[in-house]
């Protein structure tokens, strides 16, 4: 079992930048894929990125591509996902996920954390 916190959601303007933070206990996060979705009000969830598991590759749904930048830190056993030039549409709660293989859009990922809120204001 893995357990996922994700941590450093808030309130922004657009045009600012902030960083996510996943972290994991139970498993290290070496063995497992990870990834971040986000769900906006009224709206089901969508991929925003993936890393696998050393991070050698990355991929990113194409709303969010040249803005936001996965990466992990298995030291740390920590996810992360830095956000630069946020728009009001990234407005979402932003979940991180993991599995011990690599999932397309994140989808059927065996372990979810339980999200945390990012406000952008225009």
């Known amino acids: 079992q893995v357990q996922l916190v994700e941590s450093g959601g808030g309130l922004v303007q657009a045009g600012d930048s902030l960083r996510l933070s996943c972290t994991a206990s139970?498993?290290?996060?070496?063995?497992?894929?990870m990834g971040w979705s986000r769900q906006a009000p009224g709206k089901g969830r969508e991929f925003v990125a993936a890393i696998s598991w050393s991070g050698g590759s990355t991929y990113y749904a194409d709303s969010v591509k040249g803005r936001f930048t996965i990466s992990r830190d298995n030291a740390k056993n920590t996810l992360y996902l830095q956000m630069n030039s946020l728009k009001p549409e990234d407005t979402a709660v932003y979940y991180c996920a993991a599995d011990p293989r690599l999932r397309p859009q994140n989808y059927g990922m065996d372990y979810w954390g339980k999200g945390t809120l990012v406000t952008v204001s225009s």
């Open positions: 139970g498993r290290t996060i070496s063995s497992y894929a």
